[in-house]
Antibody, heavy 122, light 113 residues
């Protein structure tokens, strides 16, 4: 059974960078049939996709965040990570990592981490 | 980007009664070469991550009770809970995966009347 777990600081200062890691167990991060993504949810609000990465393939980002986001894969630790630079209070959210399977193209999110709350505040 | 719009924003239903949630996409989610609609439904209980209930618009995920039914095609979709149970209290989201970026509806909160 695939399991995902987010880790990282819960508090980030404005203008600094947010860095989170998702550790994958029960499956390989370099699987040819998986995309690994980040989704966030501001308190009391809906879900916003941030980006996707697949081992050996193109990384996709939400266009409005593209200038600030980097998602990367670490195969040696079976992890993938999110870096979001120049954060503001608007980036305060629960951040989820999740997996998408592939059917020609990536599809729905079938495995999710529990989520981690990141607060941007001085 | 494909915009997903859900209705209603919230609804209250008596235990054992039917709940219906609608989702409308700003463009067709039907990929005609394989005749599949690229739409999923999730629910999110308080303090929990979303959990997929339905994919390909009408295929129930393994282990999901059969009181959950997805229907619709192209731009108009419906999630029906045939007999609401207490554990179904949650926010429900539709999501398209027809094209990048994947987008979610704003959510529908289901409560017990």
């Amino acid at each position: 059974q695939l399991q995902l777990r987010e880790s990282g600081p819960g508090l980030v200062k404005p203008s600094e960078s947010l860095s989170l890691t998702c550790t994958v167990s029960g499956g390989s991060i370099s699987s040819d049939s998986s995309y690994w993504g980040w989704i966030r949810q501001p308190p009391g609000k809906g879900l916003e996709w941030i980006g996707d990465v697949k081992y050996g393939a193109t990384t996709y980002y939400k266009s409005s965040l593209k200038s600030r986001v980097t998602i990367s894969i670490d195969t040696s630790n079976n992890q993938f990570s999110l870096k979001l630079s120049s954060v503001t209070a608007a980036d305060t959210a629960v951040y989820y990592c999740a997996r998408r399977g592939v059917y020609n193209n990536p599809y729905y999110f079938d495995y999710w981490g529990q989520g981690t709350l990141v607060t941007v505040s001085s | 980007d494909i915009v997903m719009s859900q209705s209603p924003d919230s609804l209250a239903v008596s235990l054992g009664e039917r709940a219906t949630i609608n989702c409308k996409a700003s463009q067709s989610l039907l990929y005609r070469p394989n005749n599949k609609n690229y739409l999923a439904w999730y629910h999110q209980r308080p303090g929990q991550p979303p959990k997929v209930l339905i994919h390909w618009a009408s295929t129930r995920e393994s282990g999901v009770p059969d009181r959950f039914t997805g229907s619709g095609s192209e731009t108009d979709f419906t999630l029906t809970i045939s007999s609401l149970q207490a554990e179904d209290v949650a926010v429900y989201y539709c999501q398209q995966y027809y094209s990048y970026p994947p987008t979610f509806g704003q959510g529908t909160k289901v409560e017990i009347k």
